[in-house]
């Protein structure tokens, strides 16, 4: 298993702002991924986070509303820019481990007023 | 495309039922499935991982089956109680190393 941790847990923040998330895992993986989980719904994937490259975005998510960092193959950022209150979810990073099994992190909960 | 169904969306059972939860897939071309467990306003919590290869998983009260052809899992936890309410996702990989396409949930609550 791994054991991940992201910061902030929450945060309220104003309509077109920027907050940045991030995600911390005990070891080194290749695998990470950022999903949202909007009010009430299931997990939809934003992005595959690759170490040493860009990011590659799912359907309906670009890279200037959420760019994402991955400087090693412990740590990445996802950053959540000119946020509107449809953008209030909880954001959550995975990585995958042998088998593929995926592990989550604990979420970070937004709100956006 | 695949989609990925949990029906019911809620479940609500007497402590010491057991509890049956469906998870249904439109391809079942799929490489593992994943079961999740998440408490509200949590993460998810990883339950059981069963590969493509296998029909059933087990550990501790809980039970996996995967039936691919027929594209069900199903997640049996036997003698229910109330820490077990939260609500659980079914996720499925389609290819190695690929993403995980996930359920809607099944909100299940154990009443003492």
């Known amino acids: 298993s791994a054991v991940i941790s992201q910061k902030p847990s929450r945060d309220i923040c104003q309509r077109g702002t920027s907050l940045t998330i991030q995600c911390q895992v005990d070891s080194q993986v290749t695998m990470m991924f950022w999903y949202r989980q909007q009010p009430g719904q299931s997990l939809t994937l934003i992005a595959t986070?690759?170490?040493?490259?860009?990011?590659?975005?799912e359907s309906g998510f670009v890279i200037d509303k959420f760019p994402i960092s991955r400087p090693n193959l412990t740590f990445s950022t996802l950053t959540v820019s000119n946020m509107s209150p449809e953008d209030s979810s909880i954001y959550l990073c995975?990585?995958?481990?042998?088998?593929?099994?995926?592990?989550f992190g604990p979420g970070t909960r937004l709100t956006v007023t | 495309k695949q989609e990925v169904t949990q029906i019911p969306a809620a479940l609500s059972v007497p402590e010491g039922e057991n509890l049956v939860l469906n998870c249904s897939f439109t391809?079942?071309?799929?490489?593992?499935l994943q079961w999740f467990r998440q408490d509200p306003g949590k993460g998810l919590t990883s339950l059981l991982l069963?590969?493509?290869?296998?029909r059933e998983q087990t550990s501790g009260r809980l039970n996996a089956s995967l039936d691919k052809s027929s594209g069900r899992s199903t997640l049996y936890i036997a003698a229910s109680q109330p820490g077990d309410s939260a609500t659980y996702l079914c996720a499925t990989h389609k290819a190695a190393g690929n993403k995980l396409t996930f359920g809607g949930g099944t909100r299940v609550l154990v009443k003492p």
């Open positions: 069963i590969q493509s290869s296998q």
């Open positions: 986070a690759n170490q040493g490259s860009e990011a590659t975005y």
């Open positions: 391809d079942s071309a799929i490489y593992n």
């Open positions: 995975s990585v995958g481990l042998a088998g593929y099994e995926q592990y």
